[in-house]
C-alpha cells in the first residue's frame, strides 16, 4: 500500500468558486469573517485544490464557524485543539491541503500551548489566526489581544493590561518559518498572502486583522479609510503586491523576511501596520520528516513490525 492508496483517483477536473462553497454564512453583516471565508474559496480555485484532498479545520468562537461554509472536509473542534488536531491529520494525510482557522481567543488564549509547539513543529499548513481583538461568540469579553483599556463585559472601566503582540510571539517560536500579517478590508493582499503562505513548505501563520463591528464598533476605521495607516512589505521572496494595490496603497516598505531583528520590529508596530510576509525561515526543521516515517508501508511491513516489538517480551 502506499500513499495514493489513501486518495480517491485524481480526474481532470476544472473546479468553479461554487465547488468550494458551502451553506450561506450568519456572520453578522460587515463582519470580516466574510473577506476571508471568500479569499480561502478564491486560494481553493485558483490552486485548483480537490475539495476532496482539502480540509478546514477550527477551534470554537466565531471564525471557527469558518469550516461549515467551506464544501470541503471540515473539523469544527474543541476550544483551543484546532493545531494538535491538524498537526494529526498531517501526519497521517500528509496529501490533504490543510488549513487551520483560529481566533484570538481560541489560539492565543486557552490554545496557546498548542500554538506555540505547532509552530515548533513546523508542519506543513496554513494557519489564519482571525484577530478580531474580542471574545464575540460570547458576546463582548477581553481577549488577549484587545487593546488596553477596551471595555468589555468582563473589564467594563476597561482592560488594565496591554495586548498580547500573535506575531512577534509567532517570529520567536524556535523553528517558526513563515509569519505573516494581512487585513480583511484589503481583499487582494489577504488573498495574495494566503497564496504565498499556501506554497510554504512549513507551518505559515498568518494573523488577519479582522473587524467585529458588532463589539469593536468603527475600531478598524481610520485604518480602512486612510491607507497611510498601513505598510505593504515588498520582497521577491515575499507577498506579491499587486498592482491596483500599488496605486491604493503607496505606503511601501522593501522587507528581506530573512531579517529577524527587523521582522520583530515591525510586528511591534502599530501605525503604519505593517502587511506582508514578515518572517521567513526557510531552512527551519520540520516534524514532517520524523512524522511521515513508516507511512509508505505495506500491511505486511506494519505486521511484521508490530510483531516483533512484541516479541521483545517473550520469555
Ligand atoms: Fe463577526 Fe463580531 Fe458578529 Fe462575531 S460578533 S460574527 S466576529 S461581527
Redesign the pocket.
Known amino acids: 500500500m502506499n500513499i495514493s492508496d489513501w486518495t480517491l483517483e485524481p480526474r481532470l477536473r476544472r473546479f468553479v468558486l461554487e465547488d468550494y462553497q458551502g451553506p450561506v454564512a ?3 453583516p ?4 466574510h473577506a476571508i471565508l471568500l479569499a480561502l474559496q478564491r486560494l481553493c480555485l485558483s490552486a485548483q485544490l480537490a475539495p476532496e484532498k482539502t480540509v478546514v479545520v477550527s477551534g470554537i ?3 471557527s ?1 469558518l469550516p461549515h461554509h467551506m464544501n470541503t472536509y471540515g473539523f469544527h473542534s474543541l476550544h483551543g485543539r484546532a493545531l494538535p488536531i491538524a498537526c494529526g491529520i498531517r501526519a497521517r494525510r500528509p496529501d490533504l491541503h490543510i488549513f487551520v482557522i483560529t ?1 484570538d481567543g481560541d489560539c492565543c488564549a486557552i490554545g496557546a500551548g498548542h500554538w506555540l509547539n505547532a509552530l515548533r513543529l513546523n508542519m506543513k499548513m496554513t494557519v489564519l489566526l ?1 484577530d ?1 481583538g ?1 471574545y ?2 460570547t ?2 469579553q477581553t481577549s488577549p489581544t484587545s487593546p488596553k483599556g477596551f471595555h468589555s463585559n468582563t473589564h467594563p472601566s476597561g482592560a488594565p493590561l496591554s495586548a498580547l503582540n500573535p506575531l512577534a510571539t509567532a517570529i520567536s517560536v524556535t523553528n517558526a518559518s513563515f509569519v505573516a500579517q494581512c487585513a480583511d478590508w484589503i481583499p487582494d493582499h489577504l488573498f495574495a498572502t494566503l497564496k504565498r503562505a499556501h506554497v510554504h513548505e512549513g507551518l505559515s501563520f498568518i494573523r488577519i486583522r ?7 464598533g468603527d475600531f478598524w476605521d481610520d485604518y480602512v479609510k486612510d491607507p497611510q495607516k498601513q505598510c505593504l512589505l515588498s520582497d521577491p521572496a515575499g507577498v506579491e503586491i499587486g498592482e491596483e494595490i500599488k496605486k491604493i496603497y503607496p505606503n511601501q516598505l522593501a522587507h528581506d523576511p530573512r531579517n529577524l531583528g527587523a521582522a520583530i520590529e515591525l510586528a511591534l508596530q502599530n501605525e503604519p501596520l505593517a502587511l506582508g510576509l514578515l518572517y521567513l525561515n526557510v531552512g527551519a526543521e520540520s516534524y514532517d520528516s520524523y512524522a511521515h516515517r513508516g507511512l509508505i508501508c505495506s500491511t505486511q511491513e506494519k505486521l511484521t513490525a508490530l510483531n516483533r516489538e512484541f516479541d521483545k517480551f517473550s520469555v
Open positions: 450568519r456572520w453578522c460587515s463582519c470580516g469573517n468562537g466565531c471564525s464557524r481566533g482571525l478580531n474580542v464575540g461568540l458576546k463582548k479582522q473587524r467585529c463591528p458588532h463589539f469593536m
